[in-house]
Nanobody, 119 residues
Framework: QVQLVESGGGLVQAGGSLRLSCVASRIITSSMGWYRQAPGKERELVASITSNGRTKYGDSVKERFTISRDNAKTTVYLQMNSLKPEDTAVYYC???????????????RGQGTQVTVSS
């Protein structure tokens, strides 16, 4: 079993930045990523990254968010710039899936961290 612990969420004004981190309890050789869920809305892909660094972003965050992971393969980051009120959601880290698009079938998920963007 793998535990994922997110941190870095909070309240920020529109146009601001936040950096989320997700630390895994052991080395992750599969893909990792972030998805988000706002109240009353479905889960939405934010970004995924493979073990060799290939990335995929959701359309609504392209050019604003950047996903990365450390060489030790235990931590994934999400740098969020130019934040908008519509980015407000609970952000979840996940791991244990193949490629860039199978994030819904991830084996492991964190508890989530709240991101609130005020206008």
């Amino acid at each position: 079993q793998v535990q994922l612990v997110e941190s870095g969420g909070g309240l920020v004004q529109a146009g601001g930045s936040l950096r989320l981190s997700c630390v895994a309890s052991r080395i992750i050789t599969s893909s990792m990523g972030w998805y988000r869920q706002a109240p009353g809305k479905e889960r939405e892909l934010v970004a995924s990254i493979t073990s060799n660094g290939r990335t995929k972003y959701g359309d609504s965050v392209k050019e604003r968010f950047t996903i990365s992971r450390d060489n030790a393969k235990t931590t994934v980051y999400l740098q969020m710039n130019s934040l908008k009120p519509e980015d407000t959601a609970v952000y979840y880290c996940n791991a244990g899936f193949d490629g860039l698009t199978a994030w819904r079938q991830a084996l492991y998920r964190g508890q989530g961290t709240q991101v609130t963007v005020s206008s």
